[in-house]
């Protein structure tokens, strides 16, 4: 099931989310201090592209006094937006009951969208 699950989610749209994280991030590590940034949104390209069977949880001895300062910075800089984001196409996906799973995909990219650092794939 998680292989259909991701086959049908690369296709309705992960495919197109995870190449606009790919973007940003590259646009991000332009500059030295948006290295940290970019790499968290290749972090995310990466999930977003096959999330069944995959969570982003804490790495061991996080969330650390760096990484709480870099996701205060993280979300003063507005990117608070992805988490709504997800949270809109979560909402727009539970329509149905099919899209169910997908909406429940992106509700748990909402967390990880607003505190993304300190977080690993697993």
């Not at 940003?24 to 390209?45: D, E, N, R």
């Not at 910075?73 to 997908?102: D, Q, R, Y």
């Amino acid at each position: 099931m998680k292989f259909i699950g991701n086959i049908l989610w690369f296709l309705l749209g992960g495919f197109i989310i995870a190449i606009i994280y790919y973007l940003v991030g590259l646009l991000m590590c332009i500059t030295v201090v948006g290295i940290p940034f970019g790499v968290q949104l290749f972090k995310f390209g990466t999930y977003s592209l096959w999330p069944f069977g995959h969570e982003l949880v804490d790495r061991p001895g996080q969330p650390g006094c760096l990484s709480t300062i870099m996701n205060l910075v993280w979300i003063m800089c507005g990117w608070w937006e992805i988490a709504a984001m997800h949270l809109a196409f979560g909402a727009i996906c539970c329509i149905t009951i099919v899209g169910i799973p997908f909406g429940m995909q992106h509700f748990k990219m909402i967390v990880p969208a607003l505190l993304p650092f300190g977080k690993e794939i697993r």
